[in-house]
């Protein structure tokens, strides 16, 4: 057993070292939106639930301070503007600050740890959907844990590391429900809808991307259930009522707070960020294809790696090459895709397939509408899909391996079972590099 999970624990094992190294190294709030996440945290210890008010985001401070690569002298105390956030993330650091006087090290690191528990659902994921293909299940690893992007995010003072674990155990549990033996029964279902409700529940006390699971659970129990009403309505009703509950105990303080519908508080968000860059603006400036560009080029880049706040890019040449690598795979996917006789029993089913394309494309989505009202064309909001697109890059890239193979007529490929060790070994490489090549020289004071 242990001979069978040791790549994963030294994937494991590489990633909390990596990450380590970022936590410790990066300087302090160097990450976007690390100080108005740690002073949510703050303001939880000291007994208060944050309120996004007015002057909690001020544009031209937050220019001057990362222009000042956050130099002592500047007080990031008044950087509030996550306070309309869910606060399970920061309940959860809350005595972590406590423990360690607000010491920023501590947070990051905990953070570090959530992110394990995605890489190892991401395994556990590909694992279940190609048993006998181990190599996907590790490569995805790697692809998730090595990205130098998800790494800085995630060796940071961000909600973002729980909200990805909750997506992350959300569509492992779904995956693993739908892949079962046998013909569905409701008394059997019970646990696993009441057990996916509940985590949902988490994910609204947690961060408004998570919500995207809600109608891909929809969209399960529709395909499950379909045609057998009375057991449709009794399924919804058992996993989307303790979601519900825990939903609405932060909807409701939210109507009370802030007034009107606004649920999510993220009215009163969009009224305190004045002075955020708004896509209209960037139309007027550029044009519509000049923002479009933009919004492709910076969204691609990010995805790998632009770091701080977005302004420490990598140099191009590496853009370029990742370009190459991420083009590869996606003719690789199509030519999985068209080529494959022999699909995994896990795929009779369309079922997976479309839960995996729907987290993809509802996650594109709110990248997408996001950026019609602001310019945020940060690639990091397309990590809560990262699984499935872990899993089309490794398979991608992976059919190309495959094919090269073919003629020697090997019981057990030689290349693509070393592909997940040169995957890592360069993504750790390219980690290492950026965060000594350009973070550090970038950012340092």
């Known amino acids: 057993m242990m001979q069978k999970r040791w790549p994963l624990l030294l994937i494991l094992a590489c990633y909390l070292l990596v990450g380590a190294l970022y936590a410790a190294q990066v300087p302090d709030w160097q990450a976007p939106d690390e100080p108005a996440h740690y002073n949510y945290i703050r303001q939880l210890a000291n007994g208060r639930l944050p309120v996004i008010a007015a002057g909690d985001y001020d544009q031209a401070y937050l220019e001057e301070i990362t222009n000042a690569r956050f130099a002592p002298e500047y007080s990031v105390s008044d950087i509030e503007y996550e306070d309309w956030q869910p606060p399970l993330y920061y309940l959860l650091l809350t005595p972590i600050f406590m423990l360690f006087d607000g010491a920023l090290l501590p947070l990051r690191l905990t953070s570090l740890l959530l992110g394990a528990g995605v890489i190892w659902l991401a395994y556990r994921t590909a694992r279940l959907l190609f048993p006998e293909a181990e190599w996907v299940a590790w490569s995805t690893a790697v692809f998730i844990a090595f990205i130098p992007q998800h790494v800085a995010m995630l060796a940071s003072v961000n ?13 492992y549990l ?55 009403w009375q057991r449709l309505f009794q399924a919804g009703v058992l996993l989307f009522a303790p979601a519900f509950v825990l939903g609405a105990i932060w909807w409701v303080r939210n109507v009370i707070v802030y007034g009107g519908l606004d649920v999510l508080g993220k009215a009163a968000h969009d009224a305190v960020v004045v002075g955020q860059p708004r896509t209209v603006e960037w139309i007027s400036q550029y044009g519509l294809d000049g923002t479009v560009q933009r919004f492709f080029q910076t969204t691609f880049n990010s995805f790998w790696g632009q770091f701080g706040w977005m302004a420490v890019p990598m140099r191009v040449e590496v853009y370029w090459l990742l370009l190459g690598l991420s083009s590869a795979a996606f003719l690789g996917l199509l030519l999985y895709r068209f080529t494959t006789t ?9 079922l997976p397939v479309l839960i995996l ?29 990262l699984i499935p697109i872990a899993l089309g890059f490794s398979l991608g890239l992976g059919t190309w391996l495959l094919l090269v193979e073919r003629p020697f007529r090997r019981e057990r490929p030689l290349l693509v079972n070393l592909f997940p060790l040169g995957l890592g070994a360069a993504l750790v490489l390219l980690d290492i590099f950026a965060l000594f090549r350009f973070i550090l020289p970038s950012l340092s004071l």
């Open 357 to 385: 394309w729907l987290v993809f494309l509802l996650t594109l989505a709110i990248h997408v509408g996001y950026n019609l009202t602001f310019v945020q064309h940060q690639g990091r909001y397309l990590f809560p899909a």
């Open 342 to 350: 022999q699909l995994p029993v896990q795929f009779r089913s369309r």
């Open 174 to 228: 779904t995956l693993r429900w739908v892949t079962r033996d046998g013909i569905r029964k409701l008394g059997d279902d019970r646990r696993w809808l009441i057990g996916l409700g509940f985590i949902l529940g988490l994910g609204f006390l947690t961060k408004a991307t998570v919500y995207l699971m809600a109608p891909v659970l929809a969209v399960v129990l529709l395909w499950q259930y379909w045609g057998t």
């Open 159 to 171: 909600n973002d590391s729980l909200s990805e674990l909750l997506i992350a155990l959300l569509l």
